[in-house]
């Protein structure tokens, strides 16, 4: 029995593993490409001296246990604890390389949970900046229709401002139609009386020519020319009433007042054109004759013998009847002439009376 432990003893102390390795050639060279190698071998003999420190340490636990050598040599050899330490390494290792492949499957599991976490949170991130682009284009979206409804509301209230002054507007042009329509008829009736002649209408205005009683067609026989006026109304029924002088001589002027009192506005200019028919009716028969111009509002008549004689006659108020004729200056190329010798033999000549003395004179 002591053989075979002896024996086992030296089958476990191999004098192969017992050599000691011997580096002093790989310390010499320390060429850089023998590094490799000798790491590989050093590691493999690490290996082999940390079993033959395990068999060693074997040895002298059986020798601590053993109490004289007959012990040693009569007891049985102990099981190789090598054998049960290498099987519970190899299941450790296989334990290992299982949990390790477990993890590595639980890693691989836990990845492709963190690709889809990941890949959600992208599609999550993206959807809820959709949405916030659809919640900011909801509010713009919101604040154009606002807009819109207050451009509505304004359209529908200048539309019912645009209706009320279409109204309006429709209503002051048939109160004016009505008026033009009344106005024309006024007129119409009393052409006979104020023999009043209608030249023209518009929408507010018209053009009147008013005929003395005993005026006729010529000039030439001592009756007065017609006299043109204008008269236009607001939508207040106000009327404004415009004499012009034309070859009629009579004094320009401007007449306001209410359309009631229209008639009698027209009734005036004529009886103010009737009053003075004779003077008037002198002054458009000497038109024909003489070169003159007559200035009403400084009741001055001008007479041009020559481009370069020019005589001034002033005419008092009530001529012929209650007025004179007089000579106030004569000018010969610019200068004043002495009127004093000049004097028609009549004691109180007229118009007529002065001109054809004056185209006559030698003095002039």
């Known amino acids: 029995m002591a053989t075979e432990a002896v024996q086992a003893l030296f089958e476990r102390c191999d004098h192969v593993h017992l050599d000691l390795y011997d580096g002093a050639e790989h310390q010499e060279g320390g060429e850089a490409e023998l590094m490799v190698p000798y790491l590989t071998e050093s590691r493999s003999i690490q290996k082999m001296m940390g079993r033959q420190l395990f068999v060693l340490d074997d040895m002298m636990q ?13 007891e049985p050899c102990p099981p190789n604890p090598g054998n049960e330490a290498h099987r519970r390494w190899k299941a450790l290792k296989s334990e290992y390389k ?28 993206h959807l809820v900046t959709a949405l916030e682009k659809k919640k900011d284009l909801s509010l713009q979206m919101g604040k154009a229709l606002q807009t819109a409804h207050n451009a509505l509301r304004v359209c529908e209230g200048q539309l019912a401002q645009l209706r009320a002054e279409t109204d309006a507007s429709l209503d002051r042009l048939a109160d004016g139609q009505h008026l033009r329509e009344a106005l024309q008829g006024c007129v119409e009736e009393t052409q006979g009386v104020m023999q009043c002649r209608l030249l023209s209408v518009g929408s507010s205005e018209l053009c009147v020519e008013l005929r003395p009683h005993s005026c006729g067609s010529s000039s030439s026989s001592g009756q007065l020319e017609p006299l043109r006026l204008t008269v236009t109304w607001s939508p207040d029924d106000h009327f404004h009433l415009q004499v012009y002088q034309g070859t009629a001589g009579l004094l320009e002027e ?19 054109y009737i009053s003075q028919r004779e003077m008037l009716t002198e002054i458009q028969a000497l038109h024909s004759r003489f070169a003159i111009d007559w200035r009403p509002g400084q009741r001055l008549l001008v007479f041009l013998k020559t481009a370069s004689r020019v005589c001034n006659l002033g005419v008092e108020e009530g001529y012929p009847s209650k007025g004179t004729a007089t000579l106030i200056s004569v000018r010969r190329d610019g200068e004043l002439v002495d009127n004093a010798v000049l004097q028609p033999p009549q004691k109180t000549p007229s118009l007529t009376e002065w001109l054809e003395f004056l185209s006559s004179s030698p003095y002039i």
Do not use: F
Request: proline share 0%; glycine share 4%; net charge negative.
């Open 62 to 74: 059986l020798l601590e246990r053993l109490e004289s050598t007959d012990q040693l040599l009569n």
């Open 254 to 272: 401007s007449i306001k007042g209410h359309l009631s009192h229209l008639s009698a506005a027209l009734l005036e200019v004529m009886q103010c």
């Open 98 to 125: 299982e949990g390790v492949q477990e993890v590595e499957t639980l890693i691989s599991t836990l990845q492709d949970r963190m690709d889809k976490l990941h890949h959600k949170r992208n599609r999550l991130t």
